[in-house]
């Protein structure tokens, strides 16, 4: 019985000592080390009839286990060592940097004309003591139109026809609605600007898109006139066309705003109409839960696409939106 045990573990050795050798990753060798010397491992399997051997030859085979437990063990961990440091240098060759090979080019990103004009704007007004106010896209037709004192059948809103959803909702048409908002939660004085894309109806061509831009304006305080209107409204040009230009309100309409005005300014030898504005309608005010008694305000608001045009001397409004990189590295 002795001898077929000492077989046993003779054979056990010389198995597990060549799986060893062949093992090729470490996964492989942490398997082979439960499946020889784990707690039902092999070695274990056999030694468990060590209980019919006579008791003079338990303590020779034992010694002969343990030695051979310690010969698989001492192969592991060689093994174990020469895969590790395998790993190691195939690692360090699969990122090894070529210094030679020319290097792979990233060009930097640039601004699209339209975000470098809104943040110059932005630029502008903070330095003027404004904060940015932001609003939703997807607009009520309270906020978008009747707060601003456009009632439903107002004529005025055949100029702003947009888009609409079943639920009565809209795609807003002026960044006014976040003025409306911003009133609501908050009380005077205020002075803020409303960056945002806006959407109206409108047949595309150079200087028309269905989806574009606009920036608007708004101060509300005690004792605002339109002298503070003008002075603002100067000053934001002097800086954004980086001149003091020639300029002309000329008296318009807008149904949230009385008196209303459109300013023009003299640009390279040519009048150009860049914005509107006025004082803020008292029913406005109203809507809000201001006195108009005791608080007045200004508004006014811009096409951003207007004023990119402007400044960067582009002729179709179109070249905006089509992502022609032969266009949009120019700027």
Not at 10 to 35: C, G
Not at 180 to 208: C, F, K, L, S, W
Not at 223 to 239: A, P, S, Y
Request: aromatic share 8%; with cysteine.
């Amino acid at each position: 019985m002795a001898t077929e045990i000492e077989i046993q573990l003779q054979t056990l050795e010389q198995e597990a000592q060549s799986a060893i050798a062949h093992s090729d990753n470490l996964k492989k060798l942490e398997e082979l080390r439960v499946a020889y010397l784990g707690k039902k491992g092999e070695l274990s399997l056999i030694l468990k009839g060590m209980g019919k051997l006579a008791p003079e030859m338990r303590p020779v085979i034992g010694a002969v286990a343990n030695q051979i437990k310690e010969k698989i063990q001492d192969s592991l961990s060689q093994q174990q060592e020469t895969l590790q440091k395998q790993q190691i240098q195939a690692q360090i060759a699969s990122e090894t940097i070529d210094v030679t090979m020319p290097g792979v080019s990233k060009p930097l990103g640039k601004s699209h004309p339209l975000q470098s004009t809104i943040d110059r704007v932005i630029d502008i007004f903070v330095g003027l003591g404004y904060t940015v106010a932001q609003g939703p896209q997807i607009e009520s037709d309270y906020y978008n139109f009747e707060a601003l004192n456009t009632p439903p059948e107002h004529p005025a809103r055949d100029m702003q026809d947009t888009f609409y959803f079943g639920d009565g909702s809209l795609l807003r048409t002026h960044t006014s609605s976040v003025q409306i908002r911003y009133m609501e939660q908050n009380e005077p004085p205020i002075r803020i600007i409303a960056p945002g894309r806006v959407y109206r109806r409108d047949t595309v061509d150079a200087t028309h898109s269905a989806v574009f831009h606009q920036i608007e304006v708004l101060a509300i305080g005690k004792n605002l006139t339109f002298t503070d209107l003008k002075g603002t409204i100067k000053e934001f040009l002097r800086q954004m066309f980086g001149d003091d230009l020639p300029t002309v309100f000329r008296a318009s309409y807008f149904p949230f705003t009385e008196p209303s005005a459109e300013v023009d300014v003299q640009w390279q030898g040519k009048w150009l109409e860049v914005m509107g504005c006025g004082m803020v309608d008292p029913n406005v005010l109203k809507a809000v839960g201001y006195d108009p008694e005791e608080y007045s305000g200004f508004a006014a608001g811009l096409g951003v696409e207007r004023f990119a045009m402007i400044l960067h001397k582009i002729d179709d409004i179109r070249r905006l939106y089509n992502s022609d990189l032969r266009f949009l590295n120019q700027f």
